[in-house]
């Protein structure tokens, strides 16, 4: 249903799209403006990016197979590249007809109607994106997202187009080239801006707080699990997310009931969050010893205030082996980080003699 939503909407910007470079090229051409053809070559780059996109998500609809066993949702990603791509072509090609208007200027001839049919234009792209940009929100389509925001963008270069015709047949006064300029670099932008977005994507940027926090609630609520940690997850294409993440059980359960425990909590977190857990790793937390909770309590305060340790999780003591065993979780970019680690190792046995130290530091990768 998501991918015939998508498809749907994008036919929907099509041919509203189309309809808007018929009417402004025609427009532009009798006009002889450069400012609202430019504006017409920006629709028709819309109406390929919503061509793309239609592409982008059938393609993302094959099934995994052994060569992508995780499917092929990244295509939508690669869609949207060549979306930027698109636009950024037209930004290119619209910077290098500006310059040749301002080296060969020619005198535009504006009419009532072609204010009327830019006016029309700017209520229609103002619909078209708010439409388009909601449905990519609420399917999380970055191919419609990008798309929605460049239509409430076109309208308001649009409205740059309709105030140099409203200039020149008022005032007398041509500004077409100045508001070419204006659009040429907006198309840059806004290409420009979306090629960010979608490389940053592709690369494997921070999964949003508010998935993160929904998937480790959804774990906690599997009884058993007193903490989650360690949480790590991947995006092979939107709503397809792969993680893994420890939990922290008491160290008395069996291992027939940790078995159970780990597929409640894979179950419960694609029930309620849609992401699969790959893995769900086990910490054991000591359950019966106050001396224990004391060393907890007293190590992880000390760390939080050293100031670059954000979580203090997995503590575990061997008592028969004197052994003390804990992760920290730290910020990217701490400097000097070893010498860091080897001075919290140097507290530790101080404060508590003849332990030796397993610790393990994680990176910051999820909130």
């Not at 051409?29 to 017409?40: E, H, P, R, V």
Request: proline share 2%; charged share 20%; glycine share 6%.
């Amino acid at each position: 249903m998501r991918e015939k939503k998508i498809i749907q909407t994008s036919l929907i910007a099509i041919v509203m799209n189309l309809l808007l470079v018929a009417f402004k090229m025609g427009i532009g051409l009798i006009a002889n403006s450069l400012s609202i053809i430019l504006d017409a070559v920006n629709n028709l780059s819309d109406a390929l990016s919503s061509i793309i996109t239609i592409g982008g998500t059938t393609l993302s609809k094959k099934t995994a197979d052994k060569e992508h066993p995780y499917g092929h949702g990244r295509y939508e990603y690669i869609a949207a590249l060549i979306v930027a791509f698109i636009i950024l072509y037209a930004g290119i090609q619209s910077v290098i007809e500006t310059i040749k208007l301002w080296l060969h200027p020619s005198q535009p001839k504006y009419s009532w109607w072609s204010v009327l049919i830019v006016t029309v234009a700017i209520f229609v792209k103002i619909f078209l994106g708010n439409y388009v940009q909601q449905v990519g929100i609420q399917l999380d389509s970055p191919s419609l997202k990008n798309s929605g925001q460049d239509a409430k963008n076109d309208s308001l270069l649009s409205v740059a187009t309709l105030m140099s015709a409203l200039s020149s047949l008022w005032l007398h006064f041509e500004i077409d080239k100045y508001v070419s300029v204006v659009i040429a670099l907006f198309i840059l932008k806004s290409g420009y801006d979306i090629l960010n977005e979608t490389l940053s994507r592709i690369l494997g940027e921070r999964i949003s707080s508010s998935l993160t926090s929904s998937v480790i609630e959804a774990a906690k609520h599997v009884p058993g699990v007193c903490g989650v940690y360690d949480l790590f997850i991947n995006d092979y294409g939107p709503n397809r997310w792969i993680g893994s993440l420890h939990v922290e059980v008491e160290d008395t359960t069996s291992a027939s009931r940790i078995d159970q425990l780990s597929r409640k909590v894979m179950r419960q977190v694609y029930i309620e969050t849609g992401v699969t857990l790959s893995a769900v790793g086990i910490y054991a937390r000591n359950s019966h010893s106050e001396e224990v909770n004391e060393m907890r309590t007293g190590i992880s305060k000390y760390c939080l205030q050293l100031g670059f340790v954000k979580q203090v999780h997995g503590f575990l003591v061997d008592q028969e082996n004197k052994r003390i065993r804990f992760d920290i979780v730290v910020p990217f970019g701490i400097k000097s980080l070893n010498q860091k680690q080897m001075d919290l190792k140097e507290w530790i046995k101080k404060e508590y003699p003849g332990y030796a130290i397993d610790l393990t530091i994680d990176p910051d990768t999820t909130d």
